[in-house]
């Protein structure tokens, strides 16, 4: 199951490169949170938190209460997926490789994956459970268990609950999930490097290395002006792919008819 955090200002600026690339490989299986109803999404597949949360805003209480509502969305499909993973709606996340790298690992036991979000544990000495633990960054992706998700709706049964607790401990969304994975429900951190925020900007600063490796990476994080694959082809005008979203899509899906006749043309174009 794949939710997507957005914001219906991001509609047109973001979330529909993902509906045109990655997105309408798994349509079925991909849900969204976000403060108002978007075009062309199905009102089953869509959560809308204004009421709940009120105005938009990138707060911490903003951001709490948005991913309260993920929580909600997993409760209604706990029995239907084995898997439940979390995203930005500035990213692109290679579906193949997520499943082939979710299924080395059992669902039925307890697992919180993603890509560490600093180069060390959080140092926590307040009380209680003073002590370091671990937490994912949700701009990269988060994925968690069924049996993971199945134990953390025992401790967040309604939005408040989730909400309150990120203010309570002033932590943001992501470090308060971490907190009560780790100090509630004794389950650590799986790190995956292959997950990918838009704050690597690193990411795209090697060409080589991103060459080398993106065929095996799983997600990756957009944001203008310099952390996106710009080296990439322009497989399609700046203006209808100002993040070159779909052109990574055509390089990692050239079976799809629309790729493999722009990737034909580009190369036949490029030669001449």
């Given at each position: 199951?794949?939710?997507?955090?957005?914001?219906?200002?991001?509609?047109?600026?973001?979330?529909?490169?993902?509906?045109?690339?990655?997105?309408?490989?798994?349509?079925?299986?991909?849900?969204?949170?976000?403060?108002?109803?978007?075009?062309?999404?199905?009102?089953?597949?869509?959560?809308?938190?204004?009421?709940?949360?009120?105005?938009?805003?990138?707060?911490?209480?903003?951001?709490?209460?948005?991913?309260?509502?993920?929580?909600?969305?997993?409760?209604?499909?706990?029995?239907?997926?084995?898997?439940?993973?979390?995203?930005?709606?500035?990213?692109?996340?290679?579906?193949?490789?997520?499943?082939?790298?979710?299924?080395?690992?059992?669902?039925?036991?307890?697992?919180?994956?993603?890509?560490?979000s600093w180069a060390g544990p959080l140092h926590r000495t307040k009380e209680p459970y003073p002590s370091p633990f671990?937490?994912?960054?949700?701009?990269?992706?988060?994925?968690?268990?069924?049996?993971?998700?199945?134990?953390?709706?025992?401790?967040?049964?309604?939005?408040?609950?989730?909400?309150?607790?990120?203010?309570?401990?002033?932590?943001?969304?992501?470090?308060?999930?971490?907190?009560?994975?780790?100090?509630?429900?004794?389950?650590?951190?799986?790190?995956?490097?292959?997950?990918?925020?838009?704050?690597?900007?690193?990411?795209?600063?090697?060409?080589?290395?991103?060459?080398?490796?993106?065929?095996?990476?799983?997600?990756?994080?957009?944001?203008?002006?310099?952390?996106?694959?710009?080296?990439?082809?322009?497989?399609?005008?700046?203006?209808?792919?100002?993040?070159?979203?779909?052109?990574?899509?055509?390089?990692?899906?050239?079976?799809?008819?629309?790729?493999?006749?722009?990737?034909?043309?580009?190369?036949?174009?490029?030669?001449?």
């Amino acid at each position: 199951m794949y939710v997507i955090r957005t914001n219906s200002q991001f509609y047109q600026k973001r979330l529909i490169y993902q509906l045109q690339t990655w997105i309408s490989l798994v349509s079925n299986d991909v849900f969204f949170v976000s403060n108002r109803l978007l075009p062309n999404i199905s009102s089953n597949h869509i959560l809308s938190t204004e009421q709940t949360c009120g105005p938009d805003a990138h707060t911490m209480n903003g951001l709490c209460c948005k991913t309260a509502h993920d929580f909600l969305l997993y409760q209604r499909h706990l029995l239907r997926y084995q898997w439940f993973c979390h995203f930005d709606d500035d990213q692109y996340v290679n579906t193949n490789n997520l499943n082939e790298y979710l299924s080395t690992y059992d669902h039925t036991k307890e697992y919180y994956i993603g890509k560490n979000s600093w180069a060390g544990p959080l140092h926590r000495t307040k009380e209680p459970y003073p002590s370091p633990f671990w937490f994912a960054t949700l701009g990269a992706g988060v994925c968690l268990s069924q049996r993971t998700v199945t134990r953390l709706l025992g401790l967040i049964s309604n939005v408040s609950e989730f909400a309150d607790g990120c203010i309570r401990e002033n932590y943001h969304d992501d470090i308060y999930l971490g907190f009560l994975l780790n100090n509630y429900l004794n389950i650590t951190l799986t790190k995956c490097q292959r997950f990918h925020s838009h704050l690597e900007k690193d990411f795209y600063e090697n060409r080589a290395e991103f060459l080398r490796i993106f065929v095996r990476e799983i997600t990756f994080g957009f944001r203008l002006p310099d952390r996106y694959p710009y080296f990439l082809p322009d497989l399609y005008r700046k203006q209808i792919d100002p993040f070159r979203m779909r052109t990574l899509h055509c390089l990692l899906y050239p079976e799809i008819k629309q790729c493999r006749t722009k990737i034909n043309k580009y190369f036949f174009n490029a030669t001449n």
